[in-house]
């Protein structure tokens, strides 16, 4: 099955600086990579996705980057606000035609921006 | 509010008890999901619906016993719980299918078990 490695496990920035978080995953036919965030007492919430047909996506402050060959991909967060605070997953999936598969998900980021 | 709602939020329960969590969406999905969270594995996936078909059972316990009456609605049925089982337990949601919206999986809050 699916193996997805994340790090760090915890990273703290200043304000304004920006964060960069890396995923691997092992499963070549792997499609679809999206980013969660969590909020205390919150569930993971959807914040960016990209597919495998493409390199780059760009949401405001949010970016994900993947390389296939590398099978790794990552989120860059600029600009960074005490509200990114969180805890950051990826995770990774093949496509849902069978519907026998769902995500992978990675082992977690806890993101602190400093004030 | 994302959609998919879980209850009870919060539920304390001892090892001889049976108790159920209750997950409900109202995005339209067909497929549903139950998660745990704990501190050694953040985000573990424990079970698939799809169309209100089981078509995935990642070696749970028996202890857990998952219903999809529809696939609006999903429970997790608990008995005979040990106290390792405290955790998170995340419902979510999905559309199945093709398409740009097809892959998105949509989570709950959680409901937060402790097992006495």
């Known amino acids: 099955g699916e193996n997805v490695e994340q790090h760090p496990s915890t990273l703290s920035v200043q304000e304004g600086d920006s964060a960069v978080i890396k995923c691997t995953y092992s499963d070549s036919a792997s499609n679809y990579f999206p980013w969660y965030k969590q909020e205390l007492g919150k569930g993971p919430q959807l914040i960016i996705d990209i597919r495998s047909n493409v390199g780059e996506k760009k949401d405001q402050r949010i970016a994900v980057t993947l390389n296939k060959t590398a099978k790794h991909f990552s989120l860059h967060i600029t600009e960074t606000q005490p509200e990114d605070s969180a805890v950051y997953f990826c995770a990774a999936r093949v496509a849902m035609d069978t519907g026998r598969r769902a995500l992978t998900f990675g082992s977690g980021t806890r993101l602190q921006v400093q004030p | 509010e994302t959609g998919v709602t879980q209850t009870p939020r919060h539920l304390v329960m001892g090892m001889t008890n049976k108790k159920s969590l209750k997950c409900e969406q109202h995005l339209g999905h067909n497929a549903m999901y139950w998660y745990k969270q704990s501190a050694k594995k953040p985000l573990e996936l424990m079970f698939v619906y799809n169309f209100k078909e089981q078509t995935e059972n990642n070696s749970v316990p028996s202890r857990f016993s998952p219903e999809c009456p529809n696939s609006s609605h999903l429970f997790l049925h608990l008995h005979t719980l040990q106290p390792e089982d405290s955790a998170l337990y995340l419902c979510?949601?999905?559309?199945?299918?093709?398409?740009?919206?097809?892959?998105?999986?949509?989570f709950g809050e959680g409901s937060w078990l402790t097992v006495v």
């Open positions: 979510a949601s999905s559309l199945l299918g093709q398409g740009s919206s097809g892959n998105t999986i949509y």
